[in-house]
């Protein structure tokens, strides 16, 4: 039996390549499949199936590639109306040479969703693995809010009945195969741990302890941040996504040819310390590893997107890919460089240490905390007003005109962030706290709420 | 929390990195250790723990190397005098970051044979995995042979109090991560799962639901090879290996130069159909995936190695260098095309196909099957004679001068380390039987026995 | 300024990359073009122009892959309507960075050959470098028998005038890049030189030392084999090829999909020794790397092709696609082993010695030597029949039925190609002579001729 | 003929490895000698000599590795009494297969420099190549100043003679293969090219125009730049070399091990604006690609390097080790995100654009420009004090205490070195002028000079 697990950075996505007898099946592809049929090849497998344990809202899922690919059939869940591939319900097994995958429709993340129990038939019919897309993760459960607050009871009360009456019905000895892990948008409290069991999280997974009602009322209650990307991710994995571009060249920009560019998004993927010093003006600053979490909440799917960084670009044209970002259509050659040496003008953001904001605490500034609602409400900077980084365009009116605005987050990335898109919409004044609440309770100093 | 296992092929050893909060330890390294250099660095970890869950006898390992190129500490079970690192008792407990590993002390297969049970802090007291070495596998037990006749008995006693008292107490959920997969010369009946738990081995394991005499009796009775190079490796990891070759780079040597050389082993590792054409006369042939389990049963660890091959020579050299053969000076430049072009004589191998075997089954050839002996037994083709491959210089006199050699064996690998060998020792007229028993049976052709 | 040659082994073809100040150009590229991004990628350069000396007929060029990929314009010379791309004439320029290509037209070996004399004007106007395509070669001249033997006189004279004219005006110290090397059939006594200068060839190439009536003598009545498959290659570069395969994966396919194809061309690019020893009964075996040189006789571009081989595929599948064969559809999982344990028939070659060919030289058998009429000229064992390996099919007329069949070559790769060409044809006794001619004479036995 | 160039960046170094019928040769190996270990592998060849044109000052040389890695010998010219390797004189001639190195001595550059003519027997007598290492440059020659001031005219003199009387005999036609390229310090004025020919740099050199007298006046009156690093290369490079660590890994450390280390030298390898934002009080910022040039400055070889950075260690490792630094102990773990979320300290510089210290120059600051003499001379800002670089920490005294020290270079880059040494001294008020001299003319501003 073949079994690998790949773990896609950033997204904490999990996908699986499980193998026997020449045959090869994925479970929940990212879109740059290289991967997977590099593991064929290795292993002298072809591919023949593709699981979607469900439609997946927070990455392109790379269905369609992997048929393109390769002559795999696609399979998903009955409960929704997909533009390709094939239904499976309850029941249906689906054999790969000595392997057996078993259905279990457990909807509640969405209505289609299904998990898949893996039996090794060369040794016993006894469940090995299930595969449980985000109904299960190891330490938590999947996000019940994507269908609208009036569905979320319906689907908390799904999610209920899945875990307790088909999953956690599974073995303790079962190995536990999520779609996600730490850090996901997926799941909130995702614990770090790539391998788990069944029996590990009944004892663990404080979700799983609940009984019905508190478990409705936790879900209900939920509040988990939804980027506006998501949308598009839900058109492109209910239709099929298009394919990527054949070669995956990025074409070294001048600065003129930027120039020239109506409706651009400059991208600059440097971290906060670079783009703080100096940057293009005008320019989102989102540093690489940080695309998976924002480039959903601020990228147009249509604009054209350059980069600007200072390393390798291939990392950051994967991390867009996979959010469906076709339109990436060059780099700054010789990136910031050629920006700085050619007398243009340069974008700046002041960078203060935590000492710094303590020892001027009571000047007359605007301080801002964009870190997400619960650790705002779990102790702030005394005087902080709360944005969440992702939603910090919609906030721009609670924002004062002619202030310093001092932001800060956890460590100084999500505020660089937030920096950028301040600088664009014409705030001047902007101080990124370099370090954080992180560095602000370090220091020894106190906290609010 | 960092896992990663790391498997050698061939050897179908399994050694695990875990690691948290800038901290990594190793369990059970190989001795070429540049993979867990690497999982270090790519993680931004210092491995500062080597545990070795018994002192190893099927291959070198890394402990020396690590502590070289590392500020690690080597930790092992207190019952043998190890000429490194230090000792561990039952309930000794090891802190790596959030990471806990607890030790069992596990005999049966060696006296100081430990098992390490993990503790995710960061999220409960709960056992998360196990690392059981050569106690338990995935669907079978150590080998408890090594001590010689007179200790199976005790042993055996030793291992079955270590699983049922110890290992087996643990909860179903609890991962199961031993030191082999399937292929191992350290247990016979190891199944092709990676991954699996207590639970499913409770479950599927059959040495696990045996009653103590019958396990006993089992255990007692239980015939393996056993290769003479476990000697070597035994001194080795009991006193610390010396460190491997700075470089690694194999000299290109010249036809002239083998020609100079006294002593020499000529290891041929192509595939047995090319060697079965043409090949060096003298030279010993074991394919290259067959060098983990056939070099160290005829090859000398002092005398000179050679290489003879077609592609690159670096998986050779790990192969063997993971065995302790140090004595690898180089390989033959432009392999056999210079010798083949010089002029110089060929050795050949007859080949014959199962179909030409059966039709010619009545002459006068002397049959010979070289797989093991439980094969042998399960069934055979009429009037082969046994000789287990790896033992085959010790039964030489079995072999009749005089006649043609007809050898099988499962495919056609083995017997071509065996023909090779033949060919050494002076028997001219060798036949490979291609395809070996799988081809025969699937031919329909009746076996005996 | 950016220089880089790309060296593509077994055509021995050459490519350049120039580039500077951002911009980056690529003379004869390849179909498979990863590596002149790649090259563009590193340098931060834009590939803005390709350059084709000539339309070739001996692999497929780049060009159409390299205008989906980037931006590039494609240039060629104006003798030829060619679908795609513009002309360019004597005395044009085209500016890359600091870097100047002008145009020379250098008809000879096709009408609309050019060269491009390179000149650094950030040094000085003095040429530094020409690329000749294939004008001219280290150590030979390019072939002026491809528009068949009325044209041979015109395309000599013209070549005469392009060397002499043209190029050779060039200073001594100018750099020569060709566009093939040693090895390659557009001229067949090039060196093994990767480097030279003007001046190094107006004093070492013989062909530069002819006056104009011996020049035209030698061209017209030179003898150069031509491979079939040029005529592909001719359409394809004259009209633009067709894009290939998006990504490169080949199918593992079983031995039963295997025996289902129609037409299949089963492709057996293991060395001779293997293929001797046990093969798929009419499968072709071109040695790997003998598939630039063989492929294009043999196989056809409309029948799927299956691989059969023993490591990986993608070296054959580079080789492939580089000649137009777009119809490989997969390989063979688990290569022979598949076959040889399922108890298939096999096919074999026997194997000889040259000592072995020697002392039974008075046999009744038919004696093939199958190297190039050049070579046979110059000295073959006695009573040999010639027949050049790449056009063995036109004469299997002259091959007589029910004879023992010893064919030799120069070393004993050639020869498993014929040898694999007659078994399809119904010829079952067929010796291979390992080591050839090369063997012959190093073992001292005598030659005639 | 195999021929290939290995160019070592920053360093600007060129090594050549050739190797013909199973033997290779190495020129000027750099002391992380993989790659020519690598090239002897794919081409199946034995590296038996390696060259050395000359003691060489600004790296360490491989020959004592590859003298441990391989059976080669060593060979450099008889004007030193080297530690190790042989001597060889004018009119040597060694046999690599089919090519020959004649020596010629060519001392000017050091007393013991010789250059190899290349003869490629198998073609002709004709010379094809040949190395000059510090004697000849594309567009410029060596420096004659190492021995000091007084033996700079014997120096010369010698140099011309090298050149003159020596290597222009050669043929137009040969080509020329320098040990250095474009960015050495071993040369000034060296063009951008990679390859170049005897004839074009007859052509093209200015410094090969000269009359003699015009010769040596210009180069006794030539101001360059020494590193102190120079003086351990000379004595590692005479002596012989040590060789480097085992296995080249670096150590994760933790802000406390970094706390606890005496004498510690910090090297902050980030580019400037990351280092302008935040870095760790007291540490020295070379950026990565600037290490070559700069590291030799500043850094000492015996106390210990701890490496601070964002990306890969390897690159920073490869070329301190090149300079002889084997006192790197390892890298700050996870980078200076571990240091600002602890809230420490941050160090900081201030950066203007061009156009800011424009509209300020009047302002009361102290300007310093550290780029080198001659760019100073040409142009400068007015009221620019000069510093070069390299040489700040001789000439604090130069540098006025308590006013603010605003200082330029070319871009940027060598600014942040300077400011990095100034801070390190006391200097709290450093601004770094971004995009430096090259900023301010493309911004139109005026210069003085």
Same mark, same amino acid.
């Given at each position: 039996?073949?079994?690998?697990?790949?773990?896609?950075?950033?997204?904490?996505?999990?996908?699986?390549?499980?193998?026997?007898?020449?045959?090869?099946?994925?479970?929940?592809?990212?879109?740059?499949?290289?991967?997977?049929?590099?593991?064929?090849?290795?292993?002298?497998?072809?591919?023949?199936?593709?699981?979607?344990?469900? $439609?997946?809202?927070?990455?392109?899922?790379?269905?369609? =590639?992997?048929?393109?690919?390769?002559?795999?059939?696609?399979?998903?869940?009955?409960?929704?109306?997909?533009?390709?591939? /094939?239904?499976?319900?309850?029941?249906?097994?689906?054999?790969?040479?000595?392997? =057996?995958?078993?259905?279990?429709?457990?909807?509640?993340?969405?209505?289609?969703?299904?998990?898949?129990?893996? @039996?090794?038939?060369?040794?016993?019919?006894?469940?090995?693995?299930?595969?449980?897309?985000?109904?299960?993760?190891? !330490?938590?459960?999947? $996000?019940?809010?994507?269908?609208?607050? =009036? &569905?979320?009871? @319906?689907?908390?009360?799904?999610?209920?009945?899945?875990?307790?009456?088909?999953?956690?019905?599974?073995?303790?000895?079962?190995?536990?195969?999520?779609?996600?892990?730490?850090?996901?948008?997926?799941?909130?409290?995702?614990?770090?741990?790539?391998?788990?069991?069944?029996?590990?999280? @009944?004892?663990?997974?404080?979700?799983?302890?609940? &009984?019905?009602?508190?478990?409705?009322?936790?879900?209900?209650?939920?509040?988990?941040?939804?980027?506006?990307?998501?949308?598009?991710?839900?058109?492109?994995?209910?239709?099929?996504?298009?394919?990527?571009? $054949?070669?995956?060249?990025?074409?070294?920009?001048?600065? &003129?040819?930027?120039?020239?560019?109506?409706?651009?998004?400059?991208?600059?993927? $440097?971290?906060?310390?670079?783009?703080?010093?100096?940057?293009?003006?005008?320019?989102?600053?989102?540093?690489?590893? !940080?695309?998976?979490?924002?480039?959903?909440?601020?990228?147009?799917?249509?604009?054209?997107?350059?980069?600007?960084?200072?390393?390798?670009? =291939?990392?950051?044209?994967?991390?867009?890919?996979?959010?469906?970002?076709?339109?990436?259509?060059?780099?700054?050659?010789?990136?910031?460089?050629?920006?700085?040496?050619?007398? /243009?003008?340069?974008?700046?953001?002041?960078?203060?240490?935590?000492?710094?904001?303590?020892?001027?605490?009571?000047?007359?500034?605007?301080?801002?905390?964009?870190?997400?609602?619960?650790?705002?409400?779990?102790? @702030?900077?005394? !005087?902080?007003?709360?944005?969440?980084?992702?939603?910090?365009?919609?906030?721009? &009116?609670?924002?004062?005109?002619?202030?310093?605005?001092?932001?800060?987050?956890?460590?100084?990335?999500?505020?660089?962030?937030?920096?950028?898109?301040?600088?664009?919409?014409?705030?001047?004044?902007?101080?990124?706290?370099?370090?954080?609440?992180?560095?602000?309770?370090?220091?020894?100093?106190?906290?609010?709420?």
């Amino acid at each position: 039996m073949i079994f690998e697990m790949v773990r896609t950075e950033g997204l904490a996505h999990y996908s699986y390549f499980i193998g026997s007898e020449g045959k090869g099946a994925v479970i929940d592809p990212r879109r740059d499949i290289g991967v997977y049929l590099q593991i064929a090849e290795q292993n002298d497998l072809r591919i023949t199936h593709v699981f979607e344990t469900h $439609r997946n809202e927070d990455y392109v899922i790379g269905s369609t =590639e992997l048929m393109e690919a390769t002559d795999a059939e696609v399979y998903h869940g009955a409960g929704l109306d997909f533009g390709y591939g /094939e239904d499976v319900k309850e029941g249906d097994r689906s054999t790969i040479g000595d392997l =057996e995958l078993e259905v279990l429709e457990t909807p509640g993340h969405t209505d289609e969703s299904i998990s898949l129990v893996l @039996r090794d038939k060369s040794v016993s019919n006894t469940p090995l693995m299930v595969f449980t897309g985000d109904a299960l993760f190891a !330490g938590d459960v999947g $996000r019940t809010d994507l269908y609208g607050l =009036e &569905e979320r009871e @319906r689907m908390a009360a799904n999610l209920y009945h899945s875990l307790h009456d088909k999953i956690l019905k599974l073995d303790d000895g079962v190995i536990l195969c999520p779609a996600h892990g730490q850090g996901s948008v997926c799941g909130g409290e995702i614990s770090n741990q790539v391998f788990t069991t069944i029996g590990y999280q @009944r004892k663990n997974n404080h979700m799983l302890k609940l &009984e019905k009602q508190e478990f409705l009322k936790v879900k209900i209650e939920e509040k988990m941040y939804r980027p506006p990307y998501f949308r598009k991710m839900e058109v492109y994995n209910k239709d099929g996504a298009p394919l990527t571009d $054949r070669y995956g060249h990025l074409k070294a920009l001048s600065k &003129e040819e930027l120039k020239d560019m109506d409706d651009l998004q400059l991208l600059d993927v $440097r971290g906060p310390l670079c783009f703080s010093s100096a940057h293009i003006p005008g320019s989102l600053n989102i540093w690489e590893g !940080g695309l998976p979490h924002f480039a959903g909440w601020f990228l147009d799917h249509e604009k054209p997107i350059v980069l600007i960084g200072d390393v390798s670009n =291939e990392e950051s044209y994967k991390h867009l890919i996979r959010l469906g970002y076709d339109n990436l259509v060059g780099y700054l050659s010789n990136a910031l460089h050629t920006w700085h040496t050619a007398g /243009e003008k340069l974008g700046q953001v002041e960078v203060w240490s935590v000492h710094h904001l303590h020892n001027n605490i009571d000047d007359d500034f605007f301080l801002i905390d964009v870190r997400d609602i619960k650790g705002f409400n779990k102790g @702030r900077i005394k !005087g902080a007003h709360h944005i969440y980084a992702g939603e910090i365009k919609k906030h721009l &009116e609670e924002v004062p005109d002619g202030k310093k605005l001092v932001v800060y987050c956890d460590s100084g990335y999500k505020t660089s962030v937030v920096a950028s898109i301040l600088k664009k919409h014409g705030y001047d004044d902007v101080v990124n706290v370099m370090g954080g609440m992180d560095a602000w309770k370090n220091a020894g100093y106190t906290t609010v709420g």
